[in-house]
């Protein structure tokens, strides 16, 4: 489910790229065309409205309002865990629509890389694209744990008993 109507951003997308893109600033936007398109960037934007919803009506956020700290930073430390999660759980999705985005384009990129080696039978260097992609997916979850590790205090606790400290 996307906020923005599709037919909108392939019209944007259309003017800006009539050409392929020559650089990494045009490519760049490109693949911020894409996150818009394919809901990621709506996803991110309905998950933490949803959590700061849920946070102005929690206690702690009353009497921190109640005594004038400002709200913003109160709510950040709470919406760095959602928003990690929202970008963790899409990148596979974005890394995938990007093989799309850069044949229909012509932008030469790994996306594209990848399509010619399928389409020559080049299985090593398939496979080798394959196992790069599986892994920054896997940095993404990594880099979850670590928000997650340094945002709740619930889990320092429990990896503190696990290790016996």
């Known amino acids: 489910m996307s906020l923005l109507p599709v037919f909108l951003l392939g019209y944007i997308a259309l003017i800006v790229f009539a050409v392929p893109p020559d650089g990494w600033l ?38 921190a309002t109640l005594r004038g700290i400002p709200m913003f930073r109160n709510l950040l430390p709470h919406l760095a865990l959602p928003l990690v999660e929202a970008a963790a759980s899409r990148m596979a999705f974005l890394l995938g629509g990007i093989v799309v985005l850069e044949k229909v384009l012509g932008i030469p990129g790994i996306g594209w890389i990848g399509y010619r080696a399928a389409q020559e039978g080049d299985f090593i260097l398939l496979l080798t694209i394959t196992v790069l992609i599986t892994g920054l997916v896997a940095v993404g979850y990594f880099l979850l744990d670590m928000v997650r590790l340094v945002v709740d205090p619930r889990v320092r606790r429990g990896s503190m008993r696990a290790t016996g400290k």
């Open 26 to 63: 045009p490519a760049l936007s490109a693949v911020v065309i894409l996150a818009v398109g394919d809901g990621m960037f709506s996803d991110v934007v309905l998950r933490v409205e949803a959590e700061m919803q849920a946070l102005r009506s929690r206690d702690f956020m009353h009497s």
